[in-house]
């Protein structure tokens, strides 16, 4: 038997699944068929990993922690084909990785980066055909948040301007070791067709919303003061007054689509 000799690394938010029943409900979500190119990041000690492995046959697996690669090489061996990238996933080019063929990600991700890798693949939604990952319960209520939620914000609009997000299942803290200190759940993504998106420009429609939910008590006149007029907000059918949390995806995607002075 392979042996983890490291105590888990709290930094890298290390949290292992150890609950048979959650790994199965991943596995069946994510529902891994025949040449599917399915790529995990954070495989950690392997709890999600080998099963994958044991079902699929192959996956490829990005881990920054050095010290779990040989263990983790080891277990594998005799199970499937893995594929280890000694790398932080934020520097990991997926599109490239992807190398033409859309890939299916996966993984119960560290909590601490988890916006920064969220946003990272959101880069590379071209290359991948859908996302299956674990987070913070309150991480993925802000990512499905609807107008008018108090947690409908610069994550929700980003999200769902790029993918349909479905949330899943909740995760209780007991299903990991050690228990992280909030719920978890667990949460789909499938990146829209380009023409469904309709973004003329990303950057723009980046530099809108997160004005728009940099001051969100304040009204869309004032909070976008600098990046959009009265006049433009009026232009996409929005009223001025209105503050961001009252806007829609649709909404964000008129206002950046519009012609700058
Ligand atoms: N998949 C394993 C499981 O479910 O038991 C481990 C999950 S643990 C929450 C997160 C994993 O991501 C750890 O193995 C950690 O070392 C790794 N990790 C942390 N930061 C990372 C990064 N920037 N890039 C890639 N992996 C990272």
Redesign the pocket.
């Known amino acids: 038997m392979t042996h983890f000799s490291e105590p888990?690394?709290k930094s890298?938010?290390?949290?292992?699944?150890?609950e048979r029943g959650v790994?199965d409900k991943i596995i069946l979500a994510i529902d891994p068929r025949p040449g599917d190119r399915i790529v995990?990041?954070?495989?950690?000690?392997?709890?999600?990993?080998l099963p994958l492995l044991a079902r699929h046959g192959a996956l490829t697996a990005?881990?920054?922690?050095r010290d779990?690669l040989v263990p983790l090489a080891a277990a594998a061996s005799d199970v499937g084909r893995l594929t280890l990238v000694s790398?932080?996933?934020?520097?990991?080019d997926l599109t490239a990785l992807a190398q033409g063929e859309p890939i299916r990600l996966v993984?119960?991700?560290?909590?601490?980066?988890s916006s920064?890798?969220l946003f990272h693949a959101l880069d590379h939604a071209a290359a991948i055909r859908d996302m299956h990952f674990?987070l913070q319960k309150e991480v993925v209520d802000r990512m499905a948040a609807a107008p008018g939620s108090k947690v409908y914000g610069r994550l929700s609009v980003m999200l769902q301007a790029y993918c349909r997000v479905t949330p899943l299942f909740k995760v209780p803290p007991g299903a990991?070791r050690p228990p992280?200190k909030v719920d978890s759940a667990v949460v789909r993504l499938v990146p829209r067709a380009e023409a469904e998106i309709g973004i003329a420009d990303r950057a723009r429609f980046a530099a809108v919303v997160r004005a728009a939910f940099g001051q969100r008590r304040k009204t869309l006149r004032n909070a976008l003061n600098g990046v959009a007029d009265a006049a433009a907000i009026e232009a996409a059918g929005l009223e001025p007054g209105l503050r961001a949390e009252q806007v829609d995806v649709a909404g964000f995607v008129r206002l950046a689509n519009l012609p700058t002075a």
């Open positions: 888990p690394k890298l938010g290390q949290h292992f699944l150890h790994i995990e990041i954070g495989p950690g000690q392997g709890a999600l990993t990005i881990e920054f922690d779990l790398a932080d996933a934020l520097n990991v993984g119960n991700l560290p909590y601490n980066v920064p890798i674990m990991f992280p």
